[in-house]
């Protein structure tokens, strides 16, 4: 499935996305660091997602919590980071 039919299937009004399915990890974290929150398509929920809080690499995830993010190389190599606003 393609990040598109991803996307759609989470059900995210377009407002809240910004779809680029180049979109790699070292270029969703330049964008996290300056306070844009992150998603991977692979993800497949729009509560699950990354963004910088208190200086700290963050994910806040559908339990409504957030925890401290260890990226792992998956997320590395991942090319299906989208932007949420």
Known sequence: MGIDKHIDSM??????????????????????????KICRAEWNDRDYYGLMKDGVLTLHKPDGKFYNWIVTVGDILGIDWFLLN
């Open 11 to 36: 059900k995210l009004p377009p407002s809240q996305c910004h779809v680029n399915s180049q979109l790699d990890f070292y270029a969703a974290l330049k964008e996290c660091v300056i306070g844009t």
